[in-house]
């Protein structure tokens, strides 16, 4: 069965800093892999995915992401944060990129920034 | 790119009245639509799986008599939540496929029962 991990429920970063936000995944078969991000009230936006092909995914707002398949992790990492990064972000795995199974998500990182 | 529209995004009713959520695909056609709720401070959980034309897929421990979804179009599916109690009080989100190209995610409904 398909299960995401998130280890760190709150990280607390200063503005400019970098960022690196845990996702393990455990899925039997090839992993369609996305983040999320939300803001408080408001529904999700989908910040980057992986389907396919180069391991290290680039996203909207200078985000990134690495499909490591040997450490069933696909971490989100941002070089420098911005005040307007504090949000909850949630990682999810699919069973496929259709559409014909739904999402799983992980239990979410609620990211703060420090002035 | 595509929208997925949730309407309304609040709602408040009082208790045993029911309440519909409404779930649009403005610019795609979605063969499968997804409805979750999600409690304060917690992930999104999967109700049910919609699907245009057949009855919705329901996840366990969800009342498909008290949650009924229709997907009566392929740009449209609602979430009736059915006398609705205090308990029912939520964040309600839904999502449509893109079909290669990934999910979309309505902005999602807080309905509070009072």
């Known amino acids: 069965a398909q299960s995401v991990t998130q280890p760190d429920i709150h990280i607390t970063v200063s503005e400019g800093a970098s960022l690196e936000l845990r996702c393990n995944y455990s899925?039997?078969?090839?992993?369609?892999l996305f983040w999320y991000v939300q803001s408080p009230g408001q529904g999700l936006q989908l910040l980057l995915k992986y389907f396919s092909g180069d391991t290290l995914v680039q996203g909207i707002k200078g985000f990134e992401a690495e499909f490591k398949r040997s450490q069933s992790s696909f971490n989100l990492r941002k070089p420098s944060v911005h005040w307007s990064d504090a949000a909850e972000y949630f990682c999810a795995v699919g069973a496929g990129q259709t559409g014909a199974n739904n999402l799983f998500f992980g239990t979410g990182t609620r990211l703060t920034v420090i002035p | 790119g595509a929208v997925v529209s949730q309407h309304p995004s609040r709602v408040i009713c009082k208790s045993g009245t029911s309440v519909k959520i409404e779930c649009r695909s403005l610019d795609f056609q979605a063969t499968t639509m997804f409805w979750y709720r999600q409690f304060p401070k917690q992930s999104l959980m999967l109700m049910a799986t919609?699907?245009?034309?057949?009855?919705?897929?329901?996840e366990q421990g969800v009342e498909k008599d008290k949650f009924l979804i229709n997907h009566a179009s392929l740009t449209l599916s609602t979430l009736t939540v059915t006398s609705a109690h205090p308990e029912d009080s939520s964040f309600y989100i839904c999502?449509?496929?893109?079909?290669?190209?990934?999910?979309?995610f309505g902005s999602g409904t807080r309905l509070t029962v009072v």
């Open positions: 999502s449509a496929s893109q079909g290669g190209h990934g999910y979309t």
């Open positions: 919609s699907n245009e034309g057949s009855k919705a897929t329901y």
């Open positions: 899925y039997g078969a090839t992993p369609y």
